[in-house]
Every structure is written in C-alpha cells, then in structure tokens.
T-cell receptor, first 110, second 115 residues
Framework: GQNIDQPTEMTATEGAIVQINCTYQ??????LFWYQQHAGEAPTFLSY????GLEEKGRFSSFLSRSKGYSYPLLKELQMKDSASYLC???????????FGKGTRLHILP | DTAVSQTPKYLVTQMGNDKSIKCEQN?????MYWYKQDSKKFLKIMFS???????INETVPNRFSPKSPDKAHLNLHINSLELGDSAVYFC??????????????FGEGSRLTVL
C-alpha cells in the first residue's frame, strides 16, 4: 500500500524556523518531493531528495531518511509570504507515479 | 509564454452535462498528467500519459476519458457530470529520464463546479 502522512496545519512566527514532518510508507520508493502551494494557485516545486541527508538551498532545506521513511523541509527566517500549503510527494519506481500527501497548511504570524 | 496551459480556468455546469478541459505544454516533456484537487486540498493522481500512451489510470470512473492527440496535449473529457466531480483539475507535465528529477510542472488549474 501507499501512505503519506503530514500534519494538517502548523503555525509559526515571522523570522523563526519551522520544520514540517512527513512520513511515508510506499512500495518501490524512488525519491521525495516537496511542493509549495499558495491559495488559489498551482503547486510549485521546492525540492527533490533521493539520497539520505540534508540538502540546503538558501532559506530552504530538505531532509530525507529512506530507512525511516521520513522527510521534512526546514524553512528559516520565515516571511509572511511563506504562508502556504506544503505538499509532500513520493515518486514511485513503478510507472514513475508521483503521489501526494494531504498537505500541511502553514500559517505565519507577525 | 505559459509552460503548461489549461482551458477553461473556470467551468460551471449542471449535473448530467458533458464537459472537456484542454491542456497543452510547450516544454517538450514526454509525460503529462491529470490530478484532481478536492475541497480539502488533497491532490490525487488520475491519469498519466507518456508520449501519447496511457501509463497510469488510477481507478477513475469510466465517465472520465483522457485523450492525448500528441505528446504536447492531454485533454480530459467528463461525461454525465456529478456533484462530486466539483474540484480543481490540474494538468502537469514532467521530463523523464535518468538525468532529470522528473519534477512536475503544473498548469494553473481548472475549477469545475457542478450544480
């Protein structure tokens, strides 16, 4: 079976750091995506992790542990514009299917 | 130029009608997808095509029929619309191959409301 879990909502303060956890249970796992989606807009690509470890890209980092079926994005120096939904998605070996979790709605408070 | 474009962006129709949504990508990608995002914002895969060939069909009712006339286009036709079909439908394309991540490039979405 395939299952991707992430919290429904989170709240953080402007200027702070936030980590959004995602656990996955899939057969034939090939890699883990993070997408950002602002209300009323299409999802946009943030990161893709295939190997274990942390990958950093400015204010945004993404971590993957394949053995634990666990990933998170780390957003630093939060800005109001970071208020959005963050979607965890697993890429499957079979058919290169990309399946999404239900998304975490992140609220940033001033 | 828009990379992945869908039309129409908004569609309001009565139950029982038939409607189509069109999608075109100018990125030269081989693979295209349809995703459905419901009111709870859950993005669920429906279909994927690779170079005009159906690859994924995620147990979608037969009322939904995708058509890919060429690898740059993937249209979605829906027969006998039901209330539960109300959602935002996203088209996406993806470059495939070992050298690429296979990330999805989404269109702006088509919001379908069935009354």
């Amino acid at each position: 079976g395939q299952n991707i879990d992430q919290p429904t909502e989170m709240t953080a303060t402007e200027g702070a750091i936030v980590q959004i956890n995602c656990t996955y249970q899939t057969s034939g796992f090939n890699g883990l995506f993070w997408y950002q989606q602002h209300a009323g807009e299409a999802p946009t690509f943030l990161s893709y992790n295939v190997l274990d470890g942390l990958e950093e890209k400015g204010r945004f980092s993404s971590f993957l542990s394949r053995s634990k079926g666990y990933s998170y994005p780390l957003l630093k120096e939060l800005q109001m514009k970071d208020s959005a939904s963050y979607l965890c998605a697993a890429r499957m070996n079979r058919d290169d299917k990309i399946i999404f979790g239900k998304g975490t709605r992140l609220h940033i408070l001033p | 130029d828009t990379a992945v474009s869908q039309t129409p962006k908004y569609l309001v129709t009565q139950m029982g009608n038939d409607k189509s949504i069109k999608c075109e990508q100018n990125l030269g990608h081989d693979t295209m997808y349809w995703y459905k995002q419901d009111s709870k914002k859950f993005l669920k895969i429906m279909f994927s095509y690779n170079n005009k060939e159906l690859i994924i069909n995620e147990t979608v009712p037969n009322r939904f029929s995708p058509k890919s006339p060429d690898k740059a286009h993937l249209n979605l036709h829906i027969n006998s619309l039901e209330l539960g079909d109300s959602a935002v439908y996203f088209c996406a394309s993806s470059p495939m191959g070992r050298a690429r991540t296979g990330e999805l490039f989404f269109g702006e979405g088509s919001r379908l409301t069935v009354l």
